[in-house]
C-alpha cells in the first residue's frame, strides 16, 4: 500500500472537515494517507524553501520512496512539487498529487496585481519575494514522475493556468477537473470523491 503525503495550505489545518474527508476519500482508495502541517510564521514558514523543509523532513522518514506519493493543496503543492524535484534518482517518490497548484512562482508573480491578491490572503512580502525566485519552467524540468493535478471550478484563473501549464511541461503529468454547479462548494478537498475515483485507476508503478 503507498502512502500519500499531503501538505496543508497557508492558513489551513489539516483538523479541518474537507482536510479529513479527503483523507478518508484516498483511504477508501486504497492508500495510506499522512497529512502534513506545514508552519508558515517564523524562520520556517518565511521562504519556499523553509516550507519545502518542514515537507522534506516527513518525507526522509519513509525510507523506501517508491512507496510514497507527495502531494499538496494550493501552496501545499508547491511545496510537494518543491520537494520532488530536489531527490536525487533513487530517492524519487512514487508519484505526485496536487489539488490547485498555487500561482507562486516567478511567472505568475510578474503580475502587480496577483501579488497584490496574495497579499491581501494574508501571504507576506518576504514569502511573496522568496517564491519569486523559483521559475516553474525550472522546476518543472525536474518533475519526471507521474504527476495527478486536480483543478476545480471554483479556482481562480491563475490556478487553473498553472495546473494547465503544468500538464504541458511536466513529463509525465494529467490535469482532472471537478466540475461542480457554482452553488456547491468548491474547495478542491471538498471533492475528494473525485480524487478516489481517479486515484484508484492510476497506477503508480515504478517505470
Known amino acids: 500500500m503507498k502512502t500519500i503525503l499531503f501538505a496543508a495550505t497557508y492558513g489551513e489545518s489539516v483538523r479541518s472537515e474537507p482536510y479529513i474527508d479527503m483523507q478518508w476519500n484516498l483511504e477508501e482508495a486504497g492508500f495510506a494517507v499522512e497529512l502534513v502541517q506545514p508552519t508558515w510564521r517564523g524562520r520556517a514558514g518565511r521562504t519556499a524553501r523553509g516550507v519545502a523543509d518542514q515537507l522534506q523532513a516527513v518525507y526522509s522518514k519513509y525510507p523506501d520512496p517508491s512507496e510514497v506519493i507527495l502531494g499538496g493543496y494550493y501552496a501545499g503543492a508547491v511545496a510537494a512539487m518543491h520537494v520532488v ?4 534518482e533513487d530517492r524519487k517518490p512514487a508519484g505526485l498529487v496536487v489539488a ?10 510578474a503580475s502587480h496585481q496577483l ?3 496574495l497579499l491581501w490572503q494574508g501571504y507576506s512580502t518576504s514569502q511573496l519575494q522568496s517564491y519569486s525566485k523559483r521559475s516553474f519552467a525550472d522546476l518543472a524540468g525536474k ?4 504527476t495527478q493535478l486536480f483543478i476545480g471550478r471554483g479556482d481562480g484563473k491563475e490556478t487553473i493556468y498553472r495546473s494547465e501549464q503544468a500538464e504541458v511541461q511536466l513529463a509525465m503529468a494529467q490535469v482532472t477537473c471537478a466540475d461542480f454547479p457554482e452553488t456547491d462548494n468548491t474547495h478542491p478537498l471538498y471533492y475528494g470523491s473525485v480524487m478516489q475515483a481517479h486515484l484508484s485507476t492510476v497506477d503508480f508503478s515504478p517505470l
Request: hydrophobic share 40%; glycine share 0%; aromatic share 4%.
Open 85 to 88: 524535484a530536489r531527490q536525487s
Open 100 to 109: 490547485s497548484v498555487a500561482p507562486l512562482f516567478k511567472e505568475d508573480l
Open 115 to 117: 501579488t497584490a491578491e
Open 143 to 146: 518533475i519526471t514522475c507521474n
